[in-house]
C-alpha cells in the first residue's frame, strides 16, 4: 500500500511535468508590446499618485504654492512623455491584437483627459499669514479692504 | 507513514531541482512549453512537501518515537497541542516547516503571477526552487525527521520546559514566515537582475511580500521577547543573545529597504542600494537560520560536530557571491534617473533613515560574529554584552526616533523653510514641555529622559499630520471630522498606515526607555507574614505549598500584593520540576498595569519556612506589547487592498494555447 502511494506520488509529480511539455504554446507576437504598455501603465500610476500627493501637500500647507508650481509641471511633463511613449507603442503594435489595440486607446484617452484637466485652483486660505496683493502688508482674512494700503481685498464676483 | 514523509521529501527535492534548471532554460530560450513544465513541477514540490508534512504530524500525534523527529522534540505526557507543535521544535522538523513555508509562498506566488510578470517569473522559479533544493539536501544528507532509530526508544525526549508556552508556540512560526517571506522579493530582484529590467516592476510586485515578511519578523521578535520576559525569569525582555540579534538584523535592513524603495519607485533613485538591501536582508534571513541551526552560538567548535554548518556556509557564499556577480554585471543599467529635488525634504530624511539602520544592523552583527571569529582565530572566547549593544544601540535608537518625527512633516520632493518652522513649532514646544515636567518629577537619566521628550515629540508630529490631513479634506469635501479621518486614511493608506507604525514604535521605544531607566529591584528573604516595600507597593509573603502533577512538580507562595494598605492582588510565583526531561523552571507572577509591572520571581523556599523572592517594577513595560499591536495595525491598514479605484485594469499577458 505505502509503496503504492509512493509510486503515485512519483507518477503523478511526473504527469504533471510532461503535460506542458507536449502542449504547443502559440508565438504570441505582441507580448513584447503588452509588456512595454504594462510598464508605462505603472509608471503613469506612479505619476497620479505623485500629482495628487503633491497637491494634498499643497493643501494641507506643507508645500508653498511656488514651490507647487514648479514640481507640479516637472510631473505632468513627464506625464506627457508616457503619452507620447504610448502613442508610440500604437505606431508600432501588431495591427491584428486588436485586445492590445483597444488597451492604448484606453490608456491614451484616460492620460490626455488628466493632462488636459485645468490645474487646481490657487489656494490662499492655506497660506496661514494672507498678505494683501497690493502693498504685501498682513491682513486678515475677513479684511474687505486693506488696512494699510485701502486696496480693495474683495474677491471678484464670477 | 513515515515511508511517504521520507520519499515525499526526496521526491520533492528531485521535483525542485528539475523546475529550477527547467524554468532557467525555459527563460533564456523563452520557451513557454519549458517555463509552464517548470512551474508545474513547482506546484508538485508544494503538494510533496505538505504529503510530507502532513506524514510528520501523523507520526507527532500518534507518538511513533521510532523517527529521529518523533523522539527528539515529543513524548508521551506532553499536551496533544505542544506534540503538534513540534513541528517546528527540533533541528530536523524545523528544517522540513521552513521549506513547507517556502513551497506554500512559492505556490501563491506562482498561482498570482500566471499572467503578469512573465520575463521575470522563469527566474524567479529558479531562485525559489534553488532556495528549496538546499533545504531538501539538508534534509537528505545532514538532519532528516524520518531516519529511523534502532532500537526504538520507549518514550521520547520531550520538548524543553522552558519553550512549553503559548508564546513559544506562535513565536518560531512567525519568525520563519518573516525570514521565508524575504525568500520572494529577493527572487523578485534576482529575476530583475537576470532579464535587466531593473525599473520598479519587481518592487511593485513584491511590496506586499516585503512588508508581510517585514511584519511577521516584527512579530516574531515581539513574541520571543514576551516569551523571554514571562518564561526566563530575570525580569527583563532582550539580553542582546545572539539568537536574539540574528532574528533582529534582517527585520532592521528590511525597514531600511521598505523606507528607501519609495524614493525608487517615486524618483528612480537608489537602485543599486535597493537591491544591496534585499540582497543583505535575504543573506541575513539565512544567516540567522545557520546560527541557530549550526551550533556555532555555543562553541565554533560545534560546527564541526555535525555538517549542516558547512551546508549553510557554501550555500551563503554562493547566493552571496551570485548576488554580487550579477551586481556587478549590471551597474552600468543602474544609474539613478534622478537626483534629490531639495535637501530639505522627506527624500533625505530617508536617505538618513537607510544610514542609521544599516550602521545598527552592522554593529549588531558584528556584536555578534566577533566572539566567535575571535575564538576561531585565538582560541578563546571573547564575550560581547549588552553593554556593547546598549551603548553603541542608545543613541541610534533616539536618533531613529528623532527622525520618526521630522520625516512626516516634511513634504517630499521640497520642503518650504517657513513651513517646516510652522510645523514644527507646537511638537518641538510640547517635547520641551515633555522633557521639563519629566525633569521637575525626578527623572535624570538622560538617555530616558531625551527618549520620552523625543516620543512627546513624535506623537505630536503624526497626531498633527491626521489633524492637519483631516481639517484639508474637510476644506476640499463636506465630509464631517470621523468621515474626513476615515478617508483619509484609507485614500491614502501606505501614508497613514505608516504614521499608524510609527505611532507603535513610539509606544515600543517608550516602553524600552522607562523600563531599562527605571526598573526597581530588589532581593529579600522573607518570614511568612513579613513584608517587603516596592516603589509604592508593599509584598506580604504568605505561606508556600506544594503541588504534584502528572509533567511536574510545583513549589508555590502565596503573596499579597498591597498599596495604601489595601490587597489589590493576590499573587502566585512559583518554581516547577519537569520530569521528562528533568528541568527546573520559574514561574514568574506578574501584575501588569499600563504604568507599570510588579513582577515576583520566586528564589527558593527555606527550610525554615523562609522564601527567597526577586522584586522587580518595570514600568511602562505594557506599551511595548501594546506598541507590537498597533505596528500590526498599521502593517493591516497598508497592505490592505485599494478601494474600488477607478483604474484601467493593467493589460493581462497571458499565455495562448494552441492545442
Not at chain 2, 536582508?281 to 539565512?286: D, K, Y
Request: charged share 20%; hydrophobic share 45%.
Amino acid at each position: 500500500m505505502t509503496v503504492l502511494l509512493i509510486a503515485l506520488m512519483g507518477l503523478g509529480g511526473l504527469a504533471a511535468v510532461l503535460y506542458p511539455l507536449r502542449r504547443h504554446y502559440e508565438k504570441d507576437e505582441s507580448w513584447e508590446f503588452r509588456l512595454q504598455l504594462q510598464e508605462l501603465v505603472a509608471t503613469k500610476e506612479t505619476l497620479y499618485s505623485t500629482l495628487k500627493e503633491l497637491d494634498f501637500d499643497r493643501v494641507s500647507g506643507k508645500l508653498s504654492e511656488e514651490d507647487f508650481r514648479q514640481l507640479e509641471a516637472r510631473y505632468r511633463a513627464r506625464a506627457i512623455e508616457v503619452l507620447k511613449a504610448i502613442d508610440a507603442l500604437k505606431e508600432e503594435a501588431p495591427e491584428d491584437d486588436e485586445e492590445l489595440a483597444i488597451a492604448i486607446e484606453r490608456e491614451i484617452l484616460a492620460l490626455r483627459t488628466k493632462l488636459e484637466a485645468p490645474p487646481p485652483p490657487s489656494q490662499p486660505e492655506a497660506d496661514p499669514e494672507p498678505s494683501c496683493p497690493g502693498c504685501g502688508c498682513p491682513i486678515r482674512t475677513a479684511d474687505n479692504f486693506c488696512p494699510h494700503c485701502g486696496a480693495d481685498l474683495t474677491p471678484p464676483s464670477k | 507513514m513515515g515511508d511517504i514523509g521520507y520519499y515525499g521529501i526526496l521526491l520533492a527535492g528531485f521535483f525542485s531541482l528539475y523546475a529550477g534548471v527547467a524554468s532557467f532554460w525555459g527563460g533564456k530560450l523563452r520557451s513557454p512549453e519549458l517555463i509552464a513544465s517548470s512551474r508545474s513541477a513547482a506546484y508538485v514540490v508544494t503538494v510533496l512537501t505538505t504529503i510530507a508534512v502532513l506524514a510528520l504530524e501523523y507520526i507527532l500525534l500518534t507518538d511513533n518515537f521510532s523517527f529521529a523527529g518523533v523522539a527528539t522534540t515529543s513524548n508521551r505526557s506532553l499536551p496533544f497541542a505542544y506534540k503538534g507543535a513540534a513541528l517546528w521544535g527540533g533541528q530536523a522538523n524545523s528544517l522540513l516547516f521552513w521549506v513547507w513555508l517556502l513551497t506554500i509562498f512559492s505556490a501563491v506566488v506562482h498561482y498570482q503571477n500566471r499572467e503578469k510578470n512573465r520575463p521575470l517569473m522563469p527566474f524567479v522559479t529558479t531562485v525559489i526552487m534553488g532556495t528549496a533544493l538546499f533545504f531538501y539536501i539538508l534534509l537528505i544528507f545532514s538532519d532528516n525527521p524520518f531516519w529511523i532509530l534502532s532500537p526504538a526508544p520507549p518514550d521520547g525526549r520531550g520538548l524543553n520546559p522552558l519553550l512549553q508556552d503559548p508564546a513559544m508556540v506562535i513565536h518560531p512560526p512567525m519568525l520563519y514566515l518573516g525570514y521565508i517571506a524575504w525568500t520572494i522579493p529577493f527572487a523578485f530582484a534576482i529575476a530583475a537582475l537576470v532579464t535587466g529590467r531593473l525599473g520598479d516592476e519587481w518592487i511593485r510586485t513584491t511590496r506586499r511580500w516585503s512588508l508581510a515578511a517585514w511584519c511577521f519578523l516584527g512579530v516574531g521578535n515581539l513574541l520571543g521577547a514576551w516569551w523571554a520576559y514571562r518564561e526566563l525569569g530575570w525580569g527583563g525582555y532582550w539580553g542582546w543573545d545572539p539568537v536574539e540579534n540574528v532574528s533582529i538584523l534582517p527585520w532592521i535592513t528590511g525597514t531600511a529597504f521598505l523606507h528607501s524603495v519609495m524614493l525608487q519607485e517615486k524618483k528612480g533613485m537608489l537602485k543599486v542600494w535597493n537591491l544591496v538591501l534585499i540582497m543583505m536582508t535575504f543573506t541575513l534571513s539565512i544567516f540567522g537560520t545557520f546560527i541557530v541551526r549550526s551550533g556555532v552560538i555555543s562553541s565554533v567548535h560545534a560546527f564541526a560536530q555535525s555538517n549542516l554548518g558547512f551546508f549553510f556556509l557554501v550555500y551563503l557564499g554562493v547566493v552571496i557571491g551570485v548576488s554580487l556577480g550579477l551586481l556587478f554585471w549590471r551597474l552600468d543599467k543602474l544609474q539613478s534617473a534622478n537626483t534629490l529635488d531639495s535637501f530639505l525634504s522627506r527624500e533625505s530624511t530617508f536617505l538618513v533613515n537607510n544610514l542609521i539602520l544599516v550602521g545598527a544592523a552592522f554593529s549588531i552583527w558584528w556584536g555578534t560574529v566577533f566572539p566567535l571569529i575571535s575564538e576561531a582565530i585565538t582560541g578563546t572566547r571573547v564575550t560581547v554584552g549588552p553593554p556593547f549593544f546598549n551603548r553603541v544601540n542608545v543613541p541610534i535608537g533616539i536618533s531613529l526616533l528623532l527622525l520618526l518625527g521630522v520625516g512626516p512633516v516634511i513634504a517630499w520632493r521640497k520642503a518650504s523653510a517657513k513651513h517646516l518652522k510652522k510645523h514644527f513649532m507646537k511638537p518641538i514646544l510640547i517635547g520641551f514641555i515633555a522633557g521639563m515636567v519629566l525633569f521637575a518629577l525626578g527623572v535624570r537619566h538622560f538617555y530616558a529622559l531625551l527618549a520620552l521628550s523625543l516620543g512627546a515629540f513624535v506623537l505630536t508630529t503624526i497626531v498633527g499630520e491626521f489633524y492637519r490631513g483631516t481639517r484639508a479634506r474637510q476644506r476640499t469635501s463636506e465630509e464631517g471630522a470621523a468621515q474626513a479621518l476615515v478617508n483619509l486614511t484609507r485614500k491614502n493608506k501606505r501614508r497613514y498606515g505608516g504614521y499608524i507604525v510609527h505611532l507603535g514604535i513610539v509606544a515600543i521605544f517608550a516602553g524600552i526607555a522607562a523600563s531599562s531607566a527605571f526598573q526597581v529591584q530588589k532581593e529579600v528573604t522573607l518570614r511568612p507574614g513579613e513584608m517587603a516595600s516596592l516603589g509604592d507597593y508593599w509584598l506580604q509573603y504568605q505561606d508556600a505549598g506544594e503541588r504534584s502533577e502528572a509533567r511536574f512538580q510545583t513549589v508555590f507562595t502565596n503573596v499579597s500584593l498591597r498599596r495604601n494598605g489595601m490587597e489589590i492582588e493576590h499573587m502566585l510565583p512559583a518554581r516547577r520540576l519537569y520530569r521528562n526531561p528533568e528541568t527546573p523552571t520559574t514561574e514568574v507572577a506578574i501584575r501588569s498595569t499600563l504604568k507599570e509591572d510588579v513582577y515576583i520571581l520566586l528564589g527558593s523556599v527555606n527550610e525554615d519556612g523562609s522564601a527567597t523572592f526577586r522584586f522587580f517594577l518595570n514600568p511602562l513595560v505594557s506599551w511595548i506589547w501594546i506598541g507590537g499591536l498597533i505596528f500590526v495595525l498599521g502593517t493591516i491598514i497598508i497592505v490592505l487592498p485599494e478601494p474600488q479605484r477607478r483604474r484601467s485594469p493593467a493589460p493581462r499577458v497571458p499565455e495562448k494555447v494552441v492545442r
